[in-house]
């Protein structure tokens, strides 16, 4: 096993704790998602929706124009992927990106696979599944937070950004598509 293989196993043994003291700093709320801000492509990016329910991490065509990342970067996804009411999203393709999550005090940068999709939202990524088992990390809509080991077994607890996550959620509820499931195989007939 290598330094690295081992210094990651030995972070993910850190207890990942909600206590009542961590609801202190939480406005109450009526089932707010928990919407983060983390360092991709070398930029901010606000407005991430840690999503329990998308089996993919996913960035937006907006997003991927308003980082002005190159087309080029894009490699060619052949599965399916549908939203919310079972739409077909287009898939523009995948790409890998070094995200920072950060509190402050202790970060974390790993490389996520992002696919990037052609439909409208309201939140410029959604983090998913992949993202959450890759990272060990567990968000608590209850407490608005999500937290996760960075590779020395110190805790990272990131805060949602409450306003912003009503004010998106308001609006995506007017939005249609929203991603939930990938379905990997053939290509799409569209």
Known sequence: ?????????????????????????????????????????????HR?????GSSADVMFWTTFNKLQLSPDMLRPYGGCLYGFAWDQVEVRGYLELKTTFTDGTASRTESIRYLVVNASSTYNMLLGRPMLNRLGAVPSTRHM??????????????????????RCYKSSLTTRRWVSMVASGPPCLT
């Open 1 to 45: 096993m290598s330094v690295e293989a081992q210094r990651t196993d030995e972070a993910f043994n850190v207890d990942l704790v909600f206590t009542k003291a961590g609801l202190e700093d939480a406005v109450p709320h009526d089932n707010d998602p928990v919407v983060i801000s983390a360092v991709t492509a070398g930029r901010k990016v």
């Open 48 to 52: 991430m929706l840690v999503d329990q």
């Open 145 to 166: 937070k999500m937290k996760l080991p960075d590779l020395t077994g110190k805790v990272i607890t990131i805060k949602s950004d409450q306003k912003e996550a009503k």
